[in-house]
């Protein structure tokens, strides 16, 4: 990811904030940062107007200087980890995305509105809740790690990298969801599961 200092990466790895949550808010405006990055699921911007202290470029999506203040990480993260877990399809992309929302309804439409990872055809197959949503997500992400391929697109005049999209087939996606929450015993509740033989991609493992 271009353009992060290496104190910066440094102080996103103490604070455990994974680069897939780090969001390039160059040109944008808070208020416009503040609804792209909700929508995507980001926690931190960066290439923001330096802080009055200490002229600090990484804030939290509410605009506050979280080098300055580390507590409101923490408690962005609390606040992320229950929630809803979703796998996406998208046809034209021959794509599966797995992601985590603390939106009660994830819709499609925020997807497509996005047009992320460049497709506006994303159709939300499969849906759990759980008190530990945030976890699940990223485990079964980094379960299908072999399956993942990173791609830049563009969101209203602005290149956004896309992260957790896999080419697999909804059914391997869906397997490692439920490995992911079956393992730790979480308890979860399935909202919504519509296998659909559209979604069975071929799955394209990296060597
Ligand atoms: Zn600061």
Redesign the pocket.
Known sequence: MNGLTTDQRNFLKEQGIHLKHVFNAEGLKKSEYRLIMKELNMLIAYNVS???????T?RTRSGH?????TATIGFQRRNDSAGVVYIAGSIVGETIKIGFTKAEEIRSESLNRTKYAGFNDWQILFTLSSENAGRIETKANSLLRGYSFSTEYRHDDHWVESHETYRCAYSKAKEFVELAYTRESYKVKIEKNNPSNNYEFRNLKKC
């Open positions: 330096p802080c009055q202290q200490e002229g600090h990484l200087c979280c080098q300055c203040n």
